[in-house]
């Protein structure tokens, strides 16, 4: 508008160059017999107005209507006294606006008034308000994430957003507001309720314009709350109050924005919740981790007073003990932080405490007592200005009292207030169960740990956590079952598993498995087991259920006649058994009564973990499998094979000795001169590889054969010391492989087991 005006009046020849320089102005209005040219105008604050007289006798008259003698009421009175107008351009004055406005005018001349001649100046500010209200737009150029702090200040603080200043705002994006109602267990709306509110964004606010290149570390400020506000820096960026300045310098005419990460909170008023508190404190890491481990977080966040729900469990009372507690306790128990936090001793740990009230300093006298929320009370004792608390097991001081929240109090504490730790021992050791997940928690998953059919404990891990520890004693002969169920809060078993340690530390089971996202069930694990000269190994039994309901009704297992064990599968997907096996065992298999039974299904795994039955076909039901052998014993016995004599494996040689065959075969007796040949075969059994060391002075044959004589690998040597060969067999299928090293005077039989 300012250029189109200055095109119109310069294309009429109303005014000289000299004329106009005295009169130099953001924007120009002329003014003629009967008009103010233009007659409405709009201009920003700070901007300048030139007024020039082209003809007639003329003001600018801003304090009271010339028609009707009533004031303009502009924020300032603004006159310009009459003046003669020529071709030329007589300037009449320049005026700054500087403050936001509408502005009204007419000429006071005669009937100028009435005839018309009439002004309004609009000086439109980009205020704060304007600045908030725009910069979370996608179309801003730099958009914020600040829609919530904009509904925030203008429902509490609007007056600092459209008026006085210049201000400086510190405003916490939607991350910072969220963060703070989460812990605070509070919605949008809700938040508007917390006493103190406008205070709080108060606190926000400073007086001036204060951009980024005005800050340095140590610079304190007054907020307009009436506290300071302090200003650090670390690694190139500012802080305030320790909140980060993520964006600086959004300017607006009445001041400037800057965008930190966290909400800040005036001294004296309380901070959020008990939760907020203690996540807030650099020194309490360890008891934030324990209290979201056991999942007791949301509790302590619940805004019963704020949200007017008295539901809402609470008032809390928090006895808060620092990180170097924690490491002093773990040190003790002989455990790291990390391994403590694992422990079953967290939860107990945790709720001593936790008191479901409010206990402040006052009530801390000497021989006054409280219960914790485990109902195990504590003692009080106050002794040359400081306050005790006495545990069962301990006593602690309280190093800072009444930290005030919503919700509660905060005390902290120089020690844990240990929970009574029995000590553990069983003849076979402290057996370990560990735990994991990648997901954050179980998702309600639940592992139950029998022992000789009585439930010892049922485990978890919650949301907040991803490992969980339980030790417990165990002696000789005791049957251990592990069952999965779940709570119903979720579906679980996704990404989770569990190990089982014995008292040695050795891994006794690994699980970890994604059928239908649930973990499988293990049974009949026997501690400190002794095997018999007659022992083969222990063969595996999988029992399914396609919906994950078990099988109500057992998979009745008889060795060689004799009923050996009824597995029962109680609930889940899956569930894995393993009983032992002996040479020339028959063992048979007995579906017995499953409800829904095409629903159910097993296999059966031999020692080498080779299948031997499957029977778990989707909607057919399972059938009996009997007089299925296991470790069947086999004689020795030879065959002359290519002027080798070669154990076929399977009882089925010519020659039960093998003197007879080489003496048949080979025409020689067997009286091996064995120190003539040093031979060692390592790994064996193997999974793939055999290192072959032969230490001899002769020449020999290798030759490798399988069950059925048939020749897989074979290498002749001149040996004058010392040889090493790796032999290959991963391609080859998992048995057993007969080695033959043939040699001038006699040959010598190897077994190679291929697992």
């Known amino acids: 508008m300012k250029h189109f005006i200055l095109v119109l009046v310069l294309s009429l020849g109303l005014y000289s160059s000299k004329s106009h320089a005295q009169c130099e102005a953001d924007y120009t209005v002329i003014l003629n017999n009967f008009d103010f040219v233009p007659s409405e105008l709009t201009i920003e604050p700070g901007e300048t107005v030139a007024f020039i007289n082209i003809e007639g006798e003329h003001t600018l008259n801003g304090i009271n209507n010339s028609i009707t003698g009533e004031p303009f009421n502009n924020v300032y009175d603004y006159f310009l006294e009459q003046t003669t107008g020529s071709s030329e351009g007589v300037c009449m004055g320049v005026i700054e606006f500087d ?50 702090s904009f509904f925030a200040f203008n429902s509490y603080a609007n007056e600092y957003l459209t008026q006085g200043g ?74 305030v109050n320790g909140a980060e300045i993520v964006t600086t310098d959004l300017e607006a005419y009445n001041g400037v924005i800057h965008v930190i990460d966290y909400c800040l909170a005036p001294g004296g008023l309380p901070e959020a919740t008990v939760m907020e508190i203690i996540a807030r404190s650099e020194v309490h890491q360890t008891f934030e981790e324990a209290i979201v481990s056991v ?41 790291t932080v990390e391994e403590l936090l694992e422990s079953q001793y967290i939860y107990d740990i945790v709720f001593n405490h936790i008191f479901e009230n409010e206990i402040p300093s006052s009530e801390m006298y000497s021989g006054n007592t409280a219960f914790n929320v485990d109902g195990i009370g504590v003692e009080f004792d106050y002794t040359d200005s400081t306050f005790f608390i006495i545990g069962d097991e301990n006593t602690a001081e309280i190093t800072i009292t009444d930290l005030m929240a919503y919700n509660g109090i905060v005390h902290v504490i120089d020690a844990v207030i240990r929970p009574n730790i029995p000590v553990l ?66 579906y679980g078993g996704y990404n989770h598993s569990y190990k089982l340690f014995n008292g040695d530390g050795q891994l006794v089971t690994s699980i970890n498995d994604s059928q239908n996202y649930k973990l499988p069930n293990v049974t009949n694990i026997v501690a400190c087991e002794v095997f018999g000269e007659d022992h083969c190994g222990k063969i595996k039994i999988e029992l399914f259920h396609d919906i994950g309901y078990g099988w109500y009704g057992p998979l009745q297992v008889y060795k060689n006649g004799e009923l050996e064990q009824s597995i029962n599968m109680l609930v889940g997907y899956k569930q894995i058994t393993e009983i032992n096996a002996n040479y020339n065992d028959t063992i048979d298999f007995v579906v017995n009564n499953p409800v829904y039974p095409e629903e159910t299904g097993y296999k059966v795994f031999d020692t080498n973990g080779q299948i031997i039955i499957n029977d778990n076909t989707v909607n057919v039901a399972p059938e009996d499998a009997f007089d299925v052998p296991f470790c069947t014993m086999i004689a020795e016995s030879w065959n ?116």
Not at 188 to 197: A, C, K, L, V
Request: with cysteine; glycine share 8%.
């Open 295 to 335: 999942s007791y977080d949301d509790e302590l966040s619940a805004q019963a007073i704020i949200n007017n729900d008295n539901g809402l469990p609470g008032p809390w009372t928090v006895y808060a003990p620092t990180d170097d507690a924690f490491e002093f306790f773990a040190q003790e128990l002989d455990m």
């Open 99 to 148: 403050t936001a406005g509408v502005f009204n005018f007419d000429c006071s001349v005669g009937y100028n008034a009435e005839a018309g001649m009439t002004l309004s100046i609009n000086v439109d500010a980009f205020d704060l308000y304007d600045l908030l209200s725009t910069v979370y737009n996608s179309d801003y150029p730099d958009p914020q994430n600040v829609f919530l």
């Open 640 to 755: 002359c094979i290519n002027d080798a004599c070669v154990d076929p494996m399977d009882g089925s040689g010519a020659f039960s000795s093998l003197n007879d065959c080489q003496f048949t075969c080979e025409g020689i007796v067997s009286s091996i001169e064995e120190k003539s040949l040093d031979v060692s075969i390592y790994p064996n059994p193997s999974s793939n590889v055999f290192n072959i060391n032969l230490n001899g002075y002769d020449k020999y044959e290798l030759l490798i054969t399988n069950v059925i004589g048939e020749k897989i690998y074979t290498k002749e040597l001149n040996l004058n010391g010392n040889y090493v060969n790796q032999i290959d067999l991963s391609n080859f299928p998992k048995g057993i492989y007969n080695l033959t090293v043939s040699y001038r005077i006699g040959a010598i039989n190897y077994k190679l087991i291929l697992q």
């Open 425 to 490: 021992e069983g003849s076979c050791g402290v057996w370990r169960l560990n735990l994991q997940s990648n997901n954050d928690g179980w998702e309600g998953d639940i592992l139950y740990l029998y022992i000789n059919d009585v439930l010892v404990e049922d485990l978890t891990i919650y949301e907040g956590s991803n490992s969980r520890n339980f030790n417990f004693g165990v002696d000789e002969g005791d049957i251990i079952d592990l069952y999965v169920g779940n709570d119903g809060s979720g």
């Open 166 to 239: 210049p201000w400086s705002i510190f405003v916490p994006n939607d991350d910072a507001v969220n963060e703070i109602l989460d812990y605070m267990n509070l919605n949008q709306f809700d938040g508007m309720n917390i006493p103190d509110f406008t205070e709080i964004l108060q606190y926000h606010i400073a007086p001036g314009r204060l951009l980024a290149e005005d800050l340095y570390s140590g610079l304190q400020i007054p907020s307009v709350q009436g506290q300071m506000l302090n200003i650090t820096e670390n690694n190139g960026s500012f802080y």
